[in-house]
């Protein structure tokens, strides 16, 4: 279970890294399009969004289904659950971090005071 989750959280961040990648997410969010509307919407070749479009598949964030001669894209069952828990998981570490962080400030200008 625990290499699964890696395995899938290491796919999915890796997707989501490139800003193209994500904004084909977005683009999708509001309905399914073409490879190559898409293609044309990011400005780039079909060959390449393809290719943008084979990262996000593999990480299960899009699905495409080939109709004749067109490629649909729409967003895939991956709803980013797993990757919103970590990253929530770990900015509640950093807030405990800064808090106690927060904590040593005051304890020393508290001591700076009763010093002076």
Request: charged letters at 35%; hydrophobic letters at 40%.
């Amino acid at each position: 279970m625990v290499q699964y989750i890696t395995t899938r959280l290491d796919a999915s961040f890796a997707a989501l890294s490139d800003a193209t990648r994500r904004g084909v997410l977005e683009r999708l969010g509001r309905s399914d399009a073409s490879i190559t509307e898409l293609a044309d919407r990011f400005h780039m070749t079909l060959t390449g969004m393809k290719k943008h479009v084979g990262v996000l598949e593999q990480a299960g964030l899009v699905t495409t289904e080939k109709i004749g001669r067109v490629r649909t894209c729409r967003l895939g069952r991956l709803r980013l659950e797993e990757e919103a828990a970590w990253i929530e998981g770990h900015r509640r570490l950093w807030d405990a971090r800064f808090d106690a962080l927060d904590e040593v400030v005051e304890d020393l200008k508290r001591k700076e005071k009763v010093d002076e």
